[in-house]
T-cell receptor
């Protein structure tokens, strides 16, 4: 999905390590989301940003921090990774009355 | 009980069959979305509905607001339709989406 770019696509971490997942969009949408997808469960919202400079917690924010650097970029940081954070992470963007557009996902494994 | 329930969870069909996937929800919504996710792939939005019916190619999506129910139909199914189909609702007056757990569809040639 050229409109929403997530990096990296894959990452393996050890417990306690930190890392930042990056999301960048060229669609000029105001709202940006971070989700995690786990087997047998629907996508769950980690954090949301309605616009540059604002962020809100979602359903499962513990262990994560976010930064809306500008309108294009929304990063997700794991300060001290835990095995329970092994998941596939998706970034999505949206404008008013429009569907969400998703990135291709980041597959994260924590050993 | 999940606020968004999909059925069936898994579905295997022969090529050419007519397929229906159902979604029921228990919250007030401003819109309902149908998404498609191919194995190992990203997520693509198929439809956004707030009322009535929409059609795109062989795909048809309907919603009944009073009954809090939506269906996704695939006519003349094809192996390339094999994917996970996800129902999601945007709750009224919020930015938040609630996702179903998905229906895994396999279409055999």
């Amino acid at each position: 999905n050229a409109g929403v770019t997530q990096t990296p696509k894959f990452q393996v971490l050890k417990t306690g390590q930190s890392m930042t997942l990056q999301c960048a969009q060229d669609m000029n949408h105001n709202s940006m989301y971070w989700y995690r997808q786990d087997p047998g469960m629907g996508l769950r919202l980690i954090y949301y940003s309605a616009s540059e400079g604002t962020t809100d917690k979602g359903e499962v924010p513990n262990g994560y921090n976010v930064s809306r650097l500008n309108k294009r970029e929304f990063s997700l940081r794991l300060e001290s990774a835990a095995p329970s954070q092994t998941s596939v992470y998706f970034c999505a963007v949206r404008s008013l009355n429009q569907p969400q557009h998703f990135g291709d996902g980041t597959r994260l494994s924590i050993l | 009980k999940n606020e968004v329930e999909q059925s069936p969870q898994n579905l295997t069909a022969q090529e050419g069959e007519f397929i229906t996937i159902n979604c029921s929800y228990s919250v007030g919504i401003s819109a309902l979305h149908w998404l498609q996710q191919h194995p190992g792939g990203g997520i693509v939005s198929l439809f956004m509905l707030s009322s009535g019916k929409k059609k795109h190619g062989r795909l048809i999506a309907t919603i009944n607001i009073q009954e809090k129910h939506s269906s996704l139909h695939i006519t003349a199914s094809h192996p390339r339709d094999s994917a996970v189909y996800i129902c999601a609702v945007r709750t009224s007056g919020t930015y938040k989406y609630i996702f179903g757990t998905g229906t895994r569809l396999k279409v055999l040639a």
